[in-house]
């Protein structure tokens, strides 16, 4: 047996800690964001039946330019877009790591504005880059002004801009990310994982594509189609961009069973967004609710809403998990992270709150 500081590790590794919420399986998972709905039954069915499907041709590698599920998703996404526009991945942060590996390495610097999501500078550190956090304004929006006084002090070869940002739930508006691409001389990816969760679903930088040909926006079927233990995550941006990618793509790097499952669960976007209206609903209710309580949400785009007023993120955090409730304490000082539930899960996690207040 040898220890990892025995191993001859890379020196930029040396003392790091892996990503690593919580796996635990109490009744009420309301940690990592995650949709609280199943696949709906007949939506699996059909899942299943296109993986049988494609089981045959098993012996073959897949589709390596996974060209139905690239026109499935620029159907899905609709604004013009064309097959050719269209990226995926394992996960959105696969297709995140491919960015970074394609347009920054060694040398390069990624500028993101904190707090924002955990894995950026991990990602970064993974490729050997920089990682430069700015700091969001004290209610975590930001402006066109921030934004391009950030992009001209750095001068940045790739930004991630998160709307709707995680851990904050803030929205991005469009001028501020036009005022990103327009000012940034590299890159600039807008992290959309929450979209579908948006007050207005129309404010996309999807837009904005035509514009910026250096202008990315990521997407994840994690969130909004129930589809975390799959993983797939897309993408789109000028073609160009897209050649890019395919450079440091593994082979064959989607399954064709991940092909298969993506393209069947699209067919069923519009059962899958009915839940999403549901879980925004439930996002509402924690904002008005908690707030009632004495508690201070911030305002949410997104499938989960951060918590301020918590005068112990911790002790909070435990209290929960003893009545078999999960949530996130994401490091910012008196908050706590609570993801959108079923009903009777959000109804949970509230009643814990309260009780917790009146103590
Ligand atoms: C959940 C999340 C993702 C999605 O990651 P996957 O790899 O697609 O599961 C991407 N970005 C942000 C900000 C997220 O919170």
């Known amino acids: 047996m040898t220890s990892l500081d025995d191993l001859p590790i890379r020196d930029d590794l040396r003392g790091l800690t892996p990503y690593g919420a919580p796996q635990l399986h109490v009744p009420v998972r309301l940690n990592v964001n995650e949709n609280a709905y199943r696949v709906p039954e007949q939506v699996a069915l059909d899942i299943v039946q296109e993986i049988a499907r494609a089981l045959p041709d098993a012996n073959r590698y897949p589709d390596r330019e996974f060209d139905t599920l690239r026109q499935s998703f620029a159907d ?39 707090p924002t999501y955990s894995m950026y500078p991990l990602l970064a550190q993974g490729v050997g880059m920089q990682w430069l956090p700015v700091p969001r304004a004290d209610d975590f929006t930001l402006t066109p002004e921030a934004v391009r006084e950030a992009i ?15 851990p904050t739930g803030t929205a991005i508006d469009l ?57 797939v995550g897309y993408l789109a941006a000028d073609p160009a961009v897209v050649d890019a990618l395919r450079l440091v793509r593994l082979p064959y790097h989607l399954s064709a069973i991940t092909q298969a499952a993506a393209v069947a669960a699209l067919r069923h976007s519009d059962t899958m967004l009915s839940r999403v209206d549901d879980l925004r609903a439930q996002r509402d209710r924690l904002v008005v609710e908690l707030g009632a309580l004495g508690y201070q949400p911030y305002p949410s785009d997104s499938n989960f809403v951060l918590v301020g007023g918590v005068d112990d993120p911790q002790a909070t955090f435990r209290a929960l998990l003893e009545q078999g409730i999960l949530i996130r304490d994401v490091g910012l000082p008196h908050t706590v992270r609570i993801t959108a539930g079923t009903e009777a899960e959000t109804s949970a996690v509230i009643a814990a709150m309260a009780a917790l207040r009146a103590e």
């Open 76 to 114: 899905y996404l609709g604004h013009g877009l064309r097959p050719e526009q269209i990226w995926a991945g394992n996960g959105s942060n696969e297709v995140l790591q491919h960015v970074l590996q394609a347009f920054g390495g060694p040398g390069r610097t990624l500028l993101s504005f904190t």
């Open 152 to 166: 001209a002090e750095h001068d940045p070869d790739v930004v991630f801009l998160c709307s709707p940002n995680n």
């Open 175 to 231: 001028e501020t990310i036009e005022a990103a691409a327009a000012s940034a001389r590299g890159i600039v990816l807008v992290d959309e994982a929450y979209a579908e969760f948006a007050h207005d679903r129309s404010r996309t930088a999807l837009t904005l594509l035509d514009r910026y040909p250096r202008l990315l926006v990521s997407r994840t079927m994690s969130k909004a189609f129930a589809f975390a233990g799959i993983r």
